[in-house]
């Protein structure tokens, strides 16, 4: 694709997004070519959990709990982490704060809309008034869930999904107060305001974005990280690099359409904007300098640190901006798992993990988009370690920025592309349907440029290395 048809392209995309993680209600949301105008918004606010960030600081929860005055906590998590230091001390932690508690286990990885309702029934059979989540994104996705339900017990599942599947309604009660304890280097869930989950229906995911579900506190500790399984930390990473790169790359804030018409309408996914680049070229840095570390040697305890840094800077990054192609393609991925492609996951479901799915058409996905904004892919193939003039041209920038996305998925071994999971050509019609599904204001016709462009993207990431 060349890079007058991307430019015409992103022209068209102007308003659009994908709905799961990004600025608006419509599909992908990528850097726009034109500049401000008097219907595009002129200001940004910058959402995020309280973040405790320290060895050892699962110790405190219990403090914590005690202050909120709770009377009744649920603490979630699912089977493998249960037996992990994190839950051991979160647990003892309530323990010796005399804090009344109940367990749930039964998150699944990879959550479906009916493993959510599962821990929202749990939530609901009692009358709980303050949530933990310790585990990684799965869990900490699915406790957003169960306490915003639970906060609002009238209120049916769709009420709070986002769009094309559900209502987007706000809630009528804010959520009761959750602090999330992350086990792995990865979603950065503990400091958004989103809850992904698999519709099998649709054969895609869909999420809630609602800012009330942003953690109270998010409770960051490295010793819950060093026992993190070798594909756990490359997966985890891949979507903490992809949220970096897809949220500094985003559709600036001051040129997102429509301007809300009150400051409460304001999208929790904005576009990039100042705060959010911060964060994003900060995560980008270390994992330029430690990702790599972090997997090869999973007792360098300085590498697994700074990757945990990476995961919720990053969060705080797209949190507030927003990603769009490798996540929004990312999902009929996932959804439409043809086995389970990972080691050290559960094997007893077709499993392909978030992070793998959404950099299998990374590569793809950034040489489409680097004629659209080459200045930020040039910052970004930089910040990652890139030795690059800053007059390169946008076909050398794309190709550098690639090539060090080919490196990470080389040097870690994971599966090539979509053929590696177990996809072939004959499977794009359907990925790309499920993914005009989901975002369906990108979709003109069924003939459109635009649907074609998706599926050229999944047809280019059958095999990337």
Do not use: W
């Given at each position: 694709m060349n890079a007058n048809l991307a430019r015409g392209m992103l022209q068209k995309m102007g308003s659009s997004c994908c709905p799961h993680h990004a600025p608006s209600t419509s599909p992908f949301k990528l850097a726009?070519?034109?500049?401000?105008?008097?219907?595009?918004?002129y200001a940004f606010e910058m959402v995020c959990s309280t973040l405790r960030f320290g060895k050892g600081v699962t110790l405190e929860i219990g403090y914590d709990v005690r202050n909120l005055g709770a009377k009744k906590t649920l603490l979630v998590t699912d089977k493998n982490v249960q037996n992990t230091i994190a839950f051991k001390n979160a647990e003892q932690s309530l323990k010796n704060a005399s804090i009344e508690?109940?367990?749930?286990?039964?998150?699944?990885?990879?959550?479906?809309?009916?493993?959510?309702?599962?821990?929202i029934a749990f939530a609901k059979s009692k009358p709980f008034d303050s949530f933990i989540a310790v585990g990684g994104g799965s869990v900490i996705d699915t406790?957003?869930?169960?306490?915003?339900?639970?906060?609002?017990?009238?209120?049916?599942?769709?009420?709070?999904?986002?769009?094309?599947?559900?209502?987007?309604?706000?809630?009528?009660?804010?959520?009761?107060?959750?602090?999330?304890?992350?086990?792995?280097?990865?979603?950065?869930?503990?400091?958004?305001?989103?809850?992904?989950?698999?519709?099998?229906?649709?054969?895609?995911?869909?999420?809630?974005?609602?800012?009330?579900?942003?953690?109270?506190?998010?409770?960051?500790?490295?010793?819950?990280?060093?026992?993190?399984?070798?594909?756990?930390?490359?997966?985890?990473?891949?979507?903490?690099?992809c949220h970096a790169l897809e949220s500094y790359t985003a559709l600036p804030f001051d040129q997102r359409s429509p301007r809300p018409a009150r400051p409460d309408l304001r999208p929790v996914y904005q576009g990039s904007n100042p705060i959010s680049d911060v964060w994003s070229r900060e995560a980008l840095r270390i994992i330029g300098k430690y990702f790599r570390r972090s997997v090869f040697d999973p007792t360098d305890e300085e590498a697994r640190t700074e990757m945990l840094k990476a995961s919720s800077f990053a969060g705080i990054g797209f949190g507030n901006a927003g990603v769009h192609l490798c996540h929004g393609l990312s999902y009929p991925i996932s959804s439409q798992a043809k086995g389970c492609v990972a080691h050290d996951y559960p094997q007893d479901k077709n499993l392909i993990p978030h992070g793998l799915s959404v950099m299998t058409t990374a590569v793809a996905d950034f040489e489409f988009t680097t004629a659209a904004c080459p200045d930020r892919h040039l910052v970004a193939a930089q910040t990652l370690g890139a030795d690059i003039p800053n007059n390169a041209d946008s076909e050398y920038i794309s190709r550098t920025l690639c090539d060090q996305l080919r490196g990470f998925m080389k040097d870690f071994g994971v599966p090539n592309g979509l053929k590696g999971m177990g996809f072939e050509y004959s499977d794009i019609e359907h990925l790309t349907e499920a993914a005009s599904h989901s975002v369906p204001n990108i979709v003109i016709s069924p003939k459109s440029t635009d649907r074609e462009i998706i599926s050229k993207l999944y047809e280019n990431s059958l095999s990337v290395y």
């Open positions: 726009k070519l034109h500049g401000n105008n008097k219907s595009t918004d508690y109940e367990v749930f286990d039964d998150v699944l990885i990879e959550p479906s809309e009916k493993s959510m309702q599962k821990a406790t957003k869930a169960a306490a915003l339900y639970a906060s609002n017990p009238e209120a049916d599942f769709l009420d709070f999904v986002g769009p094309p599947f559900g209502r987007s309604l706000q809630p009528k009660n804010p959520m009761l107060p959750l602090i999330a304890v992350p086990t792995t280097a990865g979603t950065g869930s503990e400091t958004t305001s989103v809850s992904i989950m698999d519709l099998p229906e649709h054969k895609c995911k869909t999420g809630i974005r609602l800012r009330c579900i942003k953690p109270y506190l998010a409770v960051v500790d490295p010793l819950n990280v060093m026992s993190m399984p070798r594909n756990v930390a490359i997966y985890s990473g891949f979507d903490v690099l």
